[in-house]
């Protein structure tokens, strides 16, 4: 069953992630990356990590992705993309991806050591999560949240229309 | 149970899925878009290395990335429409000057 | 074998109580709206001349909209145009399956739990996919390619992404209060007891959260006071180029998060299937008498506990949407940023003050 799942809901990630790369027009590339985001919080929760899968769903596909679609909206591009010109770059680019595909697959053989595929222990607990966060990892959550409302306040100055004197 | 392995090879694939995607594009909407793609399969590497390793801090980890990236995605689909209202046009190709 | 057949059995039984109760607040919608203007409201379908106060008119209703032709404008981006109802169909209807019905029932040796999807992580799974119901209202107006739908996608997808800040906020002095996020470990906290009398509801401890989660969850079911997206009199509204079924689907799925909130404010707020002073074995009074039941009727007094209580708050929905006007846009925006999350940061606060002094 969870194999079935795994191999489900990969083949359906790659497959958005391919299908966002081939689309021409904006709205359909998002909505396949919505679809991948989605699939991603599947296999949260098949690593034991609920808490984790939930929270990618709620902000990723659920707020990030809605503030692309909407920018996307406005700028509303009706004929999608012209064709690229130079058609080389996206050969250079998979030569690039998949060399570099390759090398990190050595560089993953080499460097780790066998992972731990045994440990059945359940782990990914919400409370124990919210625990280390305020233990732990307080500074960087504080540090996190300060930098939230930067964005929010740095957003809103950037996008505010100047009001004409 | 399903090898831990193979989550690491599917973190890999979308990776450079999103290195491909980014070169391939030619607009700064989708390009921005395989980036959030490239965060999801560092995520991804994250939640298994966790799993792996039986602790926790893996997924804080996430955590955080899933935060900055919120920041991260307001500032620039702010910068975005910036670009938009000054050019009409979200192509890379036609920003070439540093001055607007 | 049998399991999976206890899964089944319990995932029809959800759907078709669901559905079902949807189909009649409709009905419960037109004829308390009558009342309230002093109509007589829909009477007039009958099944071989049986009319029993129109109850049959839901099922009128939905023969005629199935039958309505399925129009597409030719301007509208065909894909996309036809997936949006779905979408918002799909993702409230399956919140349903985290929502207890009742305690654990025995039958021979089984013991059952009347709730189809038992995840740790209920209470976000629910946000998590009436999050994704934006993806209707703003696929709906943007491929309909007509300006007033962008619009009024663009207003629908602003307030419900707005007020979910403030839906998630409130949230967050109940989890404090009731350490869990899973909705049968909430709903058991609350059958205890407060000073040995009260029952240890969600209202009595967090009153402002309920509030706050009110306005809120009625803000994301985009009805009169909130209905600026649909927006009827205005014709601004995301699905103004949608007809027969697919229409019939987005005003069922208004309808069915009437009955989502219901269910949340009952199971969050009110206790749940819990019954004030019932316990497994009958009734404990706080005053000292005993009366004590089978099991089997307990569970049936608090499946019913469970669908007065969600037909209450049913109730209050239709009567406040009859009551009140419509916002203004801005007025809209402003009770959500600057009124409900300022207030869910202080219910936050105060919770935390309280408990640590406590």
Known sequence: MAYFLFFLLSVVCIASVLGMIISKNQAYSALFVILAFTCTGGFFALLDAPFIAVIQIIIYAGAIMVLFIFVIMMVDVRKGITPEKKKWTSGFASGIAVILFIELIVALKMAFNPLNTSSSQAIGNPSDLGYLLFTKYLYPFEITSILIITALVGAIILVKKKEKE | ?100 | MIETLIVLVKIVCALVWFLLITLYLTWAERKESALMQDRIGANRANFFGIRIIGLFQPFADAIKMAFKEDFTPSFSRKFLHDLAPFLSFFFTGVTIATIPFGDILKIGGKEIKLQVLDINVGLLFVLAMLSFTIYGVLLSGWASNNRWTLIGGLRGAAQLISYEVALGLSLIGLVMVFPSLDFSAIVDFQGELLFGWLPKWGIFLQPLGFLIFLFATMAESERVPFDLPEGESEIVGFFTEYGGMKWGMYMFTDFMKVLIISCLLTTLFFGGYQVPWLYADGFRFPWGGEWLLPHGIVVLFQVLMFNIKVFFFCWLQILLRWTYPRFRYDQLMDFGWKLLIPLSLINIVATAIIMSIL
Do not use: C
């Open chain 2, 1 to 100: 149970m399903i090898p831990l392995s193979y989550f690491i090879i599917l973190s890999l694939i979308l990776f450079v899925l999103g290195i491909i995607a980014f070169f391939v594009k030619k607009d700064l909407i989708t390009q921005f878009l395989s980036v959030e793609i490239m965060l999801n399969a560092a995520n991804l590497a994250f939640i298994t290395f966790s799993k792996s390793a039986s602790a926790l801090d893996g997924q804080i980890i996430v955590f955080f990335v899933i935060t900055v990236a919120a920041a991260e995605v307001a500032i620039g689909l702010a910068i975005i429409l910036l670009i938009y209202r000054q050019k009409k046009s979200i192509k890379t190709e036609d920003i070439k000057s540093m001055k607007g």
